[in-house]
């Protein structure tokens, strides 16, 4: 497996594996040449792979820096700012390397979409930068759309040991695939706003929410997200729109929509400059949040937020 | 105290929010009620810049009265306090969203200290 490429460019190879044996033998592989070469290593994948990785790496491992990608990158929308550009801003100035696995057998047929568009954008945010991702699939227990998608999210891909360019790779066509539409539930809550509103937009996302029993402490991030939303609505997305908020399998779902489109496929998702004023908006709502999916057209943005009962 | 709306007019017309913020009496700082937001943005920078004008070694912000803080709100607080030539900015009593706006965006911001509530 050669997965050493020159500075400045940006590898993000897929690895297909199929058993714990060849999981371990190639992420640890991919971490002992990065420490060879003295590049900074993080790996942010789900805590029983993290385990395989830390013991296949022995005394090596204090050297990597680890992650559960299952609360690191729950809302997968978050990972690029918060998991993989905060540890490659942090060691700036020479090549870094990352495993990060944000697609996992279990994940829902709500996060899946949001997981596909994260896989594609990452080739967006680290273009021209100094970084390997490598991005490991279960072949044996996921479906066979999700490791065709990755076919498509990754230029390369490692598959029985041997790595080879993709040539379905198109990430774009990911990112639009999808950017589905969505519909509020029809018991949802629904209440329209404008900017003289947006206190009684808040007030009612945080009303509606206690009582669909979220917890008080998760409250002043609902608060947070829905005034975020609401407020770009206002002075970016036409300048009114819609709240709906209801419950799903355990979850507060609130959506936000207005007549806006949203132009760039990596709003949210940059982390801020220390002394930026604007746009960190969006970001939060990725940063509290559990998933976050979005829909956007010449008819107008959809913004819905997940928050864990 | 100075309380603007959306335009500078009446406060409680069309915007729905309401700042009321002004100087402490008798220590260094600003105390506000209301909320921070889009539509009160206005009346909490310029507070905020005439804090900094005054500021020596700690200036406080009392912030009891105010039900909610956007992110820009606690940016723009953030960011203040990182352009001053040095002190401290004791923020006193802020609705929750203050500390976990920092805790997410300046997680090592030592210039401010939050007194809770």
């Known amino acids: ?309 | 105290m100075d309380a603007t709306g959306p335009t500078g007019g009446p406060p409680r017309l069309r915007s729905g929010a309401v700042l009321e913020v002004g100087p402490l009496s008798g220590r260094p700082g600003i105390r506000a009620s209301g909320e921070i937001s889009v539509t009160t943005r206005a009346s909490w920078e310029k507070a905020l810049t005439e804090l900094s004008r005054r500021h020596a070694e700690v200036s406080y912000v009392e912030l009891s009265g105010v039900r909610f803080v956007d992110v820009a709100g606690v940016t723009a607080l953030a960011v203040t306090a990182m352009n001053l030539p040095g002190g401290r900015v004791v923020v006193e009593q802020p609705p929750p969203q203050l500390p976990r706006v920092l805790e997410l965006f300046w997680p090592s911001l030592h210039r401010i200290e939050v007194a809770p509530r």
């Open chain 1, 1 to 309: 497996m050669n997965t050493v490429t020159t500075d400045g460019t940006f590898a993000h190879p897929a690895l297909f594996y199929r058993s714990e044996g060849e999981y371990a033998d190639r992420t640890v592989t991919f971490v002992r040449e990065g420490l060879a070469t003295g590049e900074p290593v993080a790996v942010a994948v789900p805590a029983p792979n993290l385990e395989l990785i830390r013991a296949g790496l022995g005394t090596d491992a204090r050297d990597v820096s680890f992650l559960d990608m299952t609360e690191a990158g729950r809302n997968p929308g978050r990972i690029i700012p918060r998991v993989l550009r905060a540890f490659a801003d942090a060691h700036a100035h020479g090549r870094v390397r990352i495993i990060g696995e944000p697609v996992w057998a279990g994940r829902s047929a709500a996060e899946y979409p949001a997981c596909a568009q994260h896989e594609a954008l990452i080739n967006a945010a680290f273009k021209g930068r100094s970084a390997t991702i490598l991005c490991p699939y279960d072949e044996t227990r996921l479906d066979a759309d999700v490791l065709a998608d990755a076919l498509v999210t990754h230029p390369t891909v490692i598959s029985d040991g041997r790595q080879r360019a993709s040539g379905a790779y198109d990430w774009r066509a990911v990112v639009a695939r999808y950017n589905e539409p969505l519909r509020p539930a029809p018991d949802a809550d629904v209440i329209a706003f404008g900017a003289g509103q947006l206190p009684d937009a808040r007030r009612f996302a945080v009303g509606r929410a206690a009582s669909l029993g979220l917890d008080e402490r998760r409250l002043p991030d609902a608060e947070l997200a829905v005034a975020e939303l609401t407020t770009n609505s206002v002075v970016h997305g036409g300048g009114h729109g819609t709240l709906a908020i209801w419950a799903d399998a355990g979850q507060v779902v609130c959506e936000v929509r207005d007549p806006g489109r949203l132009t760039d496929p990596l709003a949210g998702r940059r982390p801020p400059e220390h002394g930026q004023v604007g746009g960190r908006g969006l970001l939060l709502v990725h940063y509290v949040a559990d998933l976050v999916r979005v829909h956007t057209s010449d008819e107008g943005t959809t913004v819905r937020f997940y928050l864990g009962l």
